[in-house]
Nanobody, 117 residues
């Protein structure tokens, strides 16, 4: 069975940096992209960044120029480098393995990122 495990979250002051990791175990069939989402309690879970199998990367407008997503296929791990963090970046960050059939997507358990002002 596939598992996605996020790590690297924590408390950081505004302007600081964090690097999130998402380690995948198991065989992911029909993988099309890896993505990072974030969610504030009571609010919608929103896309932060997505890296397609081709290497093309999409970012939410709110993080463009500050966040960088990457993927190490050999290690089966995705990363999110977050720089110039702002208090509004505070959320639970989730790793997602996106598949050809979206109803079969996999999610990690989430990791908390808190940015203090």
């Amino acid at each position: 069975q596939v598992r996605l495990v996020e790590s690297g979250g924590g408390l950081v002051q505004a302007g600081g940096s964090l690097r999130l990791s998402c380690a995948a175990s198991g065989t992911i069939l029909g993988l099309t992209a890896m993505a990072w989402y974030r969610q504030v309690p009571g609010e919608q879970r929103d896309l932060v960044a997505r890296i397609q199998n081709s290497g093309m990367i999409d970012y939410a407008d709110s993080v463009k120029g500050r966040f960088t997503m990457s993927r190490d296929n050999a290690k089966n791990t995705a990363y999110l480098e977050m720089n110039s963090l702002k208090p509004e970046d505070t959320a639970v960050y989730y790793c997602k393995a996106e598949r050809y059939s979206s109803y079969r997507d996999y999610w990690g358990q989430g990791t908390q990122v808190t940015v203090s002002s």
